[in-house]
T-cell receptor
Framework: GENVEQHPSTLSVQEGDSAVIKCTYS??????FPWYKQELGKGPQLIID?????GEKKDQRIAVTLNKTAKHFSLHITETQPEDSAVYFC???????????FGAGTRLTVKP | DVKVTQSSRYLVKRTGEKVFLECVQDMDHENMFWYRQDPGLGLRLIYFSYDVKMKEKGDIPEGYSVSREKKERFSLILESASTNQTSMYLC?????????FGPGTRLTVT
């Protein structure tokens, strides 16, 4: 089955700096890669996703890149703000979505 | 907006009790999921359901069962709660591959 590894487990940056979180996956059949943000006391919220037919997707300060050959994908947050502080999860699944597997999470802290 | 609600935010139960966790979604989604979340382990799939009365085991189904009698409601049942089931439980529904999560239930078994 799919195995998703996520690094780093914790990340601390200064406000305004960029943050990068990286994930690798094992199953070449995976073709959908979402990223979730979980704030304290809340459930994970989908913030951006990418499918295997594109290499990069951007939404304002957030971007995701995918390298299918190397089986890795990354989340990039630019101009970080304190409200970006949260736990971020990557995930991978095939088309039917019932086999989604999650990384262990990255706790991002943005210092003002 | 998709809304997934869970019956309790916090729950404390004793070892051996039968525990019901309820999840309701309001978007007519076919697929619903139950995960548990533990520090350093991410989200692990317990069970999912792709239709009323249909269910499939996930990665860690032992000690759990589920019920889906209506499309909008998916229940997780701990037949005899044990201390190693102390965790955060997250419900999700999905459409078009995107999963939408509820706020979670933090269950403590003493």
């Amino acid at each position: 089955g799919e195995n998703v590894e996520q690094h780093p487990s914790t990340l601390s940056v200064q406000e305004g700096d960029s943050a990068v979180i990286k994930c690798t996956y094992s199953d070449s059949a995976s073709n959908y890669f979402p990223w979730y943000k979980q704030e304290l006391g809340k459930g994970p919220q989908l913030i951006i996703d990418i499918r295997s037919n594109v290499g990069e997707k951007k939404d304002q300060r957030i971007a995701v890149t995918l390298n299918k050959t190397a089986k890795h994908f990354s989340l990039h947050i630019t101009e970080t703000q304190p409200e970006d502080s949260a736990v971020y999860f990557c995930a991978a699944s095939s088309e039917n979505n019932n086999d989604m597997r999650f990384g262990a999470g990255t706790r991002l802290t943005v210092k003002p | 907006d998709v809304k997934v609600t869970q019956s309790s935010r916090y729950l404390v139960k004793r070892t051996g009790e039968k525990v019901f966790l309820e999840c309701v979604q309001d978007m007519d989604h076919e697929n619903m999921f139950w995960y548990r979340q533990d520090p350093g382990l991410g989200l692990r799939l317990i069970y999912f359901s792709y239709d009323v009365k249909m269910k499939e085991k996930g990665d860690i189904p032992e000690g759990y069962s589920v019920s889906r009698e209506k499309k909008e409601r998916f229940s997780l049942i701990l037949e005899s709660a044990s201390t190693n089931q102390t965790s955060m439980y997250l419900c999700a529904s999905s459409f078009g591959g995107k999963q939408y999560f509820g706020p979670g239930t933090r269950l403590t078994v003493t």
